[in-house]
């Protein structure tokens, strides 16, 4: 039979993240549609590590790292040792709706990790606009050049984080709530503070499984069909997706069974956000954020699976 | 697919004969295309005409049904690549491998009957069992497979044409899916479907063999297919299922328009690679995904995502109007309100359980409106809330007189106060995430003023 791939005329930009200048993107087909187009580079999966001792973490992720939790630096090393490709520094401890900290600690922080680690690492502040603005812009000046993924980025505090995210050379993780025409605007904005398209990622906001990702998808898959087949350059952005935290805080994937035992054992959230990671990676991620380090080996080895040569052999499905 | 009105009349004899009822032939083409007519009633149409017309009406992806009574499921008739096109029709049905001859079937047809979960009113449970005749002798294959049947599972049956056509005269009735017909057994495997009318599962190696059976099989008269395209990596699935998909709806290939079937173990073995590989046959076009077992914890993510996926983009999902106790909650226990979208109620329900105080949740029908939406439509104000309140049945629930509304609709207090004299009216916080911080501070104030 005559297959005949779907047209294509678009392609999202290639983006380095952080000093290695790692690539994701570069996309001109659908997510693994490796029988009708390229995807030059893997997508990439990170793993969230907390700036404070993670007390409202559930018992699954606390035991995957054990000791590890009481330091920052630990948690990384062992996360990078579980096969995290990138690092996603949770800035909780500036929530002004708990410790308030100010930027120092983080300013410290940060600092530590760029000299330990050697992956990309994203800083992601606590969705406070304002405060995140503050620490996120501190952050920004104090390590210029060091090529930091700083996010919550919004239309609320874009005009105080871009100019200096432009100026000092590094990415802008850029969230809208799951809606194509707020993305778009965003870049938009954030392209008139001077910030280049090659330095935004799109964060399309992540609805938890069962607590909405059915609309995170769906946003995905159209910002995808934008960028491919209508063409359309502020779209064809890499897209970012913080599941872990999600995933993490949903009751069920944090019963036990000894209080829950109709919900079967307790790697059951691990497989949540191993399922909820495949949908996403299907729809168009390029970069997932993970909290449980079983989840990430899970999505690796989907990804490996679907990026093995077995081309030839694909084209008697075709 | 549906034809519009226009494409209906080029099949018409244009005659205007006014026989069926209706001044014109293109008047009566308008009114088939809106299924206010039967085709039937037009007396001249010719059979050739008749057929096109049935083929071009045809939906580009065979509706197949398997299973009876409770265990009654529809597959196909899918119209999209992308849900937000329009939506996904036939959640995939799951379903367990099971050899008859395993000693501890019984049991396990057992447990996987008590695997099921409620949310959103709904009934989430795996829906099928793939029995595979290993012991080679039809009483043990037909003991199993009705064993399954009574416990509600729609059957997949697989077995020589021998072993089959030995059951089918008691299991037929099931409408079980008949496994499997291939290069080498067909036409016997076909005349048994037609025979005692049950689905067929068509197995071939790639897309070319599939349609050239697919084909042959049609030609003999069997039409309730589902395709099998023995793929033995995860790649050949995405590919074969997007292909296959494609060929439907864009090139309205009949012969490749039916349900698929996959095999969650091409992904490998073990429970994660399970849940992977099933995961990607949910998205990308399955309408049955064969596990080897069922495992709660492996289970009910799978049927979390197939919900999601499942929605309706156009029709949000709504929970019952009604209270909702969260924790025990007692007569001094904290009142909340929203809407009835089912993302409200279950984050809303969520951010309660975690901060671990009981209260009470009522959920007011808001069709389906998210808390600013249902206010921007008048759903969600001061008259409608005091109105669901007072009949609501929470005055007889709690001794106090205290609501929370949600803080984005912090505009309707006074309105609400008017309609609810007795009650005290509180802002809550605008996003769930900060309602456990919110029920901390409320408690403490509650025992201070005690």
């Known amino acids: 039979m005559a297959f005949k791939p779907l047209a294509c005329n678009g392609k999202t930009a290639v983006e380095y993240l952080g000093e290695k200048s790692c690539p994701v993107g570069g996309d001109n087909c659908f997510s693994f549609h490796f029988f009708e187009g390229a995807r030059p580079s893997q997508p990439l999966l990170a793993l969230e590590v907390w700036d404070i001792y993670p007390r409202e973490w559930p018992d699954v992720c606390c035991q995957a790292y054990g000791r590890n939790l009481s330091s920052p630096l630990d948690w990384a ?65 104090r390590y210029a050049g060091r090529k930091l993924i700083l996010g919550p980025v919004e239309e609320a505090n874009h005009k105080r984080l871009a100019p200096l995210a432009a100026e000092y050379g590094h990415t802008i993780c850029a969230t809208t709530p799951i809606d194509v025409n707020l993305a778009k605007q965003l870049n938009i904005l954030l392209q008139n503070q001077g910030v280049p398209l090659e330095k935004i990622l799109i964060d399309p906001t992540t609805g938890g499984l069962g607590y909405g990702l059915e609309y995170t998808y769906s946003v995905m898959e159209r910002l995808r069909i934008a960028a491919l087949q209508q063409n ?52 168009g991620a390029n970069i997932l954020v993970l909290g449980h380090p079983q989840s990430l080996r899970g999505l690796r080895d989907f990804i490996d699976l679907l990026f093995s040569p077995a081309q030839a052999e694909n084209e008697l499905w075709l | 697919m549906a034809l519009s009105g226009i494409q209906i009349f080029s099949f018409l004899p244009k005659s205007n004969c006014k026989e069926c009822g209706a001044a014109t032939c293109l008047a009566f083409a308008m009114n088939l295309a809106a299924n206010k007519v039967q085709l039937e009633q037009c007396p001249h149409l010719t059979p050739e005409a008749r057929n096109s017309l049935a083929q071009a009406s045809a939906p580009p992806i065979r509706r197949v049904e398997v299973g009876t009574g409770p265990a009654r499921a529809v597959l196909g008739e899918e119209t999209v690549l992308f849900r937000h096109e329009k939506t996904f029709n036939h959640p995939p049905l799951l379903a367990a491998g099971l050899e008859d001859n395993r000693p501890d079937w019984e049991n396990r047809l057992n447990s996987w009957r008590e695997q099921q979960w409620e949310r959103v009113g709904l009934s989430l449970r795996p829906e099928m069992v793939f029995l595979t005749c290993a012991s080679q002798e039809a009483g043990q294959f037909q003991a199993v497979a009705q064993k399954a049947a009574e416990l509600d599972f729609a059957l997949a049956l697989q077995g020589s044409a021998e072993i089959l056509a030995q059951v089918l005269p008691s299991l037929a009735s099931a409408r079980p899916l008949l496994c499997a017909a291939q290069e080498d057994n067909w036409e016997i495997m076909a005349d048994l479907a037609l025979q005692y009318r049950c689905p067929l599962l068509l197995r071939g190696r790639g897309t070319e063999a599939l349609a050239g059976l697919s084909g042959k099989l049609r030609q003999r008269g069997g039409q309730d297919l589902v395709l099998d395209a023995q793929t033995r990596t995860l790649a050949q699935t995405l590919a074969s299922n997007v292909t296959l998909r494609r060929a439907a709806l864009l090139d309205k290939n009949q012969g490749l328009g039916l349900p698929i079937i996959n095999f969650a173990s091409v992904a490998g073995g073990d429970p994660a690679a399970e849940v992977m590989a099933a995961s990607l046959m949910i998205c990308k076009y399955a309408s049955i995904i064969v596990l080897s077992d069922f495992k709660r914890e492996s289970l009910f993510p799978l049927l979390l995502l197939r919900l999601n996926l499942f929605t309706d983009p156009q029709r949000p999902m709504t929970m019952p109007q009604g209270i909702y106790p969260i924790g025990n909650p007692g007569p001094d226990s904290p009142v909340f309100v929203t809407t009835n979208f089912s993302l409200t109620y279950f984050i809303v329900n969520g951010e309660i359980e975690n901060a671990r105080y009981p209260a009470w949740l009522l959920i007011m029908d808001t069709e389906g409106l998210s808390v600013l939406t249902a206010w921007a439509a008048g759903k969600f104000v001061g008259d409608t809330i005091g109105a669901f309140v007072k009949k609501s049945g929470i005055e007889e629930k709690i001794k106090h007189r205290q609501i929370i509304i949600p803080g984005y609709v912090s505009g309707i207090k006074s309105e609400l106060k008017e309609a609810l004299p007795d009650w005290r009216i509180t802002v809550g916080p605008r996003e769930a995430s900060r309602v456990p911080q919110f029920l901390r501070e409320w408690n403490l104030q509650q025992n201070d003023a005690n």
Do not use: Y
């Open chain 1, 77 to 141: 090393a062992a996360a990078l040792a579980a096969g995290a490709q990138a690092i996603a520094l949770q800035l909780k401890s500036i929530d002004p709706n708990g410790l308030d900290a100010g930027p120092e600690p983080a300013l410290g922080l940060v600092g530590e990790l760029l000299d330990k680690i050697d992956v990309p690492l994203i800083v992601w502040g606590c969705d406070n606009a304002e405060k995140d603005a503050l620490v996120l812009s501190t952050l920004a000046a």
């Open chain 1, 232 to 283: 359309d350059q502020v779209l064809a952005l890499p897209l970012i997706c913080h599941l872990g935290k999600e995933i993490w805080k949903s009751k069920e994937a944090r019963q036990l069974r000894e209080e829950a035992p109709e919900m079967g054992e307790d790697n059951r959230g691990v497989f949540m956000e191993i399922s909820a990671g495949v949908s996403l990676l299907l729809a």
